[in-house]
């Protein structure tokens, strides 16, 4: 298994945002993502948890949903920049072209177009027993949405943490602490067997 943690700025990027290294690495431990682990990232964007994912799942497969163009682009060129190949890119606005989808063992959301339910609920369908969904929320209405999601069903358990990443930046004969947005990170496991 490869180490996790690919410094921000070996990603190429755009304007299309793209998760830190820090909640990257977060989000992968917490999804458990094993060798053949079968995972979608919805909302893939730049490609960082695609690739952190895809070098886990070195013979498994990771799915990339993204609707931007530019964030297709940037996905196939990070793919390629770092050598992995079990990343299949699907262009949709989910839950649009998620019906393709196998059964998965991990999804992961990073961003949802205000859609979390209907994705959550097309991820259920898609999801084995015992598989985990992980959702990064930046905004208060998306971990709003999120919690309520799931403590309306019996069939998952979940935990949420909140980071704050903070990183020292010179200023002068000074360090000041930079802040970077704080996340909450959910993750969700499918009761069953």
Do not use: W
């Not at 060798?35 to 919805?42: A, R």
């Not at 949709?92 to 998620?98: I, K, L, S, V």
């Amino acid at each position: 298994m490869i180490s996790l943690g690919i410094p921000d700025d070996e990603f190429i990027r755009g304007k299309v945002p793209m998760t830190k290294q820090e909640i990257r690495i977060l989000t992968i431990v917490k999804a458990g993502i094993g060798p053949d682990s079968v995972v979608c990232d919805v909302g893939a964007g730049t490609g960082s948890i695609s690739i952190e994912a895809a070098r886990q799942a070195e013979n498994g497969m990771v799915y990339a949903i993204e609707r931007k163009p530019e964030g297709i682009e940037l996905i196939k060129k990070n793919a390629e920049k770092f050598g992995v190949k079990n990343i299949r890119i699907i262009e949709a606005y989910a839950p649009d072209g998620m019906e393709e989808l196998p059964e998965l063992d991990v999804a992961i959301i990073g961003g949802s177009g205000s859609n979390l339910p209907v994705i959550l609920d097309t991820i259920h369908q898609k999801l084995v027993p015992g598989g985990k969904i992980v959702i990064n929320c930046i905004t208060v209405q998306t971990i709003a949405q999120c919690l309520e999601y799931m403590r309306n069903r019996e069939d998952y358990r979940y935990e949420a943490i909140q980071v704050q990443v903070n990183q020292l930046e010179q200023v002068g004969a000074y360090d000041m602490a930079k802040a970077n947005n704080p996340i909450y990170i959910v993750t969700c496991v499918k009761e069953g067997k």
